[in-house]
């Protein structure tokens, strides 16, 4: 069984830790935090679980106890202040990075390095370039999207959402790309679907989808100010992937055809992290709208990366 360490032990990295424990998923959890009270009570709060559950065992730590870890989840934040440019955050957000990376290289050169924290596509881009083997540097991009998108299909259509096949790719943000002509429920393109079983099936409502989808996060932070357990059982499903190397497929971050930019494509997922990216056909709204999120992740990220360098530090 394998060791995972989780790199910020706030909302996600605790819950990702929970939902690992939950599922069995690894047999250590190390939680490291510069809040080493929090990191402390948060695995203390799950280590009580593990012996009524699967006897993971989850404790507080620091890097040296990355050793041997298949796998290290990022889940440190830095929020936007008052006032703040996106870039400054960015900027800030890359110096988190290049003191964390390092010294993750430094003990569990190699694990696969997993981030979650936003933005996580420019996150992952800034990890690669500080990691001396970039392969093993992914992000959770918009896997939770994908859920999102099949949960709200499989609502309208009366299926169970696990058995809706559809993928969310691109940024994880505002300029995410709903991959309509390949979505598919029992081999059968999802308007035929809805078609047959008179279903109610129209641009507006897929228009309302692709909004419930972009706009899950904030209306979730309205209502309880963060969102942490469908990221969380999303970062279990990828911890799962990557250390029983299941070969398992999931939109997740990690490089593309653009040069420098990190973004979501259907993903084969196993041991090394991203084994190889797997391509559905797209029609021609999906593949521009894709190079518009590539551009929109690129523009983002003027200032801070070149030629796949830091250049803000
Ligand atoms: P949080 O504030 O609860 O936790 C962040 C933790 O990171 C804190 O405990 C803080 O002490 C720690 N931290 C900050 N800098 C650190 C450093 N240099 N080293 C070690 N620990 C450090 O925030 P949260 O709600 O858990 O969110 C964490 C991140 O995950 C945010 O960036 C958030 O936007 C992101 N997020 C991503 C997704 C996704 O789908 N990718 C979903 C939800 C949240």
């Not at 909302?11 to 250590?28: D, H, I, K, Q, R």
């Not at 889940?75 to 010294?103: C, D, H, M, T, Y």
């Not at 499903?237 to 190397?245: F, K």
């Amino acid at each position: 069984m394998a060791k995972v360490g989780v790199i910020g032990a706030g909302f996600v990295g605790a819950t990702a830790a929970y939902a690992m424990m939950l599922n069995g998923t690894c047999s250590e959890i190390v939680l490291i935090d510069r809040d080493e009270a929090r990191a402390k009570a948060e695995a203390a709060d799950i280590a009580h679980g593990a012996p009524l559950a699967k006897g993971v065992r989850a404790y507080a730590g620091d890097y040296p106890d990355l050793k041997g870890a298949a796998l290290v989840v990022i889940a440190a934040g830095s929020n936007q202040k008052p006032g703040e440019s996106r870039l400054n955050l960015l900027a800030r957000n890359a110096a988190i990075l290049a003191s964390i990376v390092p010294q993750i290289v430094e003990v569990a050169p190699d694990a696969v390095v997993l981030l979650v924290s936003n933005p996580v596509d420019i996150m992952t881009s800034i990890a690669r370039a500080l990691h001396p083997t970039p392969s093993l540097v992914m992000g959770s991009g918009t896997i939770l999207d994908s859920a999102r998108f099949r949960q709200l299909i499989g609502e309208r259509a009366g299926v169970n959402a696990r058995y809706v096949h559809s993928y969310v790719m691109g940024e994880h943000g505002d300029s995410s790309v709903m991959c309509w002509s390949s979505a598919l429920i029992a081999g059968m393109p999802v308007a035929t679907f809805m078609r047959e079983r008179k279903i109610p099936w129209d641009d507006k409502i897929m228009d309302a989808i692709a909004y419930d989808v972009r706009n899950a996060a904030l209306s979730i932070i309205a209502g309880k100010h963060a969102t942490y357990y469908g990221i969380g059982i999303a970062v279990n499903s990828l911890a799962d992937a990557i250390i029983n190397d299941r070969h398992a497929v999931y939109t997740a971050s990690g490089s593309c055809a653009f040069d420098d930019v990190c973004l979501s494509l259907p993903r084969l997922i196993g041991r090394k992290g991203i084994l190889e990216t797997l391509m559905p056909p797209l029609n021609k709204d999906e593949s521009v709208a894709l190079s518009h999120s590539a551009q929109v992740l690129y523009d983002a990220q003027e200032g801070v990366l070149k030629d796949g360098k830091l250049i803000c530090l």
